[in-house]
């Protein structure tokens, strides 16, 4: 990317910031950049494409900043900058990020799309950093967590913005993680299960790209679950048949329903194993494709 195309990409989000985007104008963006129109069109043959462009831009800087915030050392301290960070841009260019509810019926497919790629990418910084935080222990709970967590820091942005000095982004912020320590701490002690699970999200994220999770893929994604739950177990080369048989079968063009189904009950009574039989059993039998 050269430089005229950051400047005039910083420029169409300032302007996309404070006017919206049905509101600016190319001729606009072109004056903000001290250039003429024909020569914004030379770099962008049109808004949408600016938009684009802009989106991309945006977010990509935003993580690409986040991820060079390694200081402090202490995890929690280091989360607590990095979503400070990311919060404070969020409030700065408000207007900017509102645009996929705004506009979202008028935004064409390649810039919805950019929108879901870059959402997916700022859910998998929450993961991320809530896993770094608290270890493979909250793994279970983890869409659950990253959820919640932005959630709550969303409801309060309104307050931040018109409390005006009475409240600032990083008080929010250790706040929040307080609360989020209390939600670590009630799962562990109650055990509870999580709310969204590993295929639901998937097939959430592919709904969101317009294709649903494949019944193959969904099975496969058990599979690798149900080895790790065997791997240290002193019959796991007798468990690991029945799972090799299952993908065996997933991968023959004439699936045989009842092959898999006798193979996943050598599985169903291995600890912690039936969620995932269970699981496979439902996209099985409820997925008429197959």
Not at 213 to 240: F, G, H, M, P
Not at 251 to 280: C, W
């Amino acid at each position: 990317m050269t430089d005229k195309q950051q400047i005039i990409l910083n420029n169409a989000i300032k302007l996309f910031s404070h006017k919206g985007f049905s509101q600016t104008s190319m001729q606009a963006i072109a004056d903000e950049c001290d250039i003429s129109k024909g020569a914004l069109y030379a770099y962008f043959k049109s808004k949408n494409d600016l938009l684009f462009a802009a989106l991309e831009y945006y977010f990509d800087s935003i993580l690409v900043r986040i991820s060079t915030i390694t200081e402090p050392k202490d995890p929690h301290e280091r989360l607590v900058a990095q979503l400070t960070y990311f919060f404070e841009n969020v409030i700065e260019h408000r207007e900017f990020m509102e645009l996929p509810y705004e506009q979202g019926g008028y935004l064409s497919e390649s810039i919805r799309q950019v929108i879901r790629d870059k959402y997916t990418d700022v859910h998998r910084f929450y993961m991320q950093g809530l896993e770094t935080l608290y270890g493979q222990a909250i793994k279970p709970i983890l869409y659950d967590l990253a959820l919640m967590l932005e959630g709550m820091i969303r409801a309060y942005i309104p307050v931040i913005i018109h409390a005006n000095s009475h409240y600032d982004m990083e008080s929010l912020i250790r706040f929040v993680l307080k609360r989020v320590d209390d939600i670590v701490s009630g799962f562990s002690r109650r055990e509870d299960l999580p709310f969204l699970n590993d295929i639901q999200v998937k097939q959430l994220l592919k709904k969101a790209h317009d294709q649903q999770l494949s019944w193959y893929d969904a099975i496969e994604l058990r599979l690798s679950k149900l080895e790790e739950v065997v791997q240290n177990l002193s019959q796991a080369s007798d468990y690991q048949v029945s799972i090799d048989v299952i993908r065996d079968e997933i991968n023959r063009k004439q699936v045989r329903k009842p092959v898999i189904t006798g193979m996943l009950s050598n599985l169903d009574d291995v600890p912690h194993a039936h969620r995932y039989v269970h699981e496979i059993e439902m996209v099985l039998y409820h997925d008429m494709s197959i």
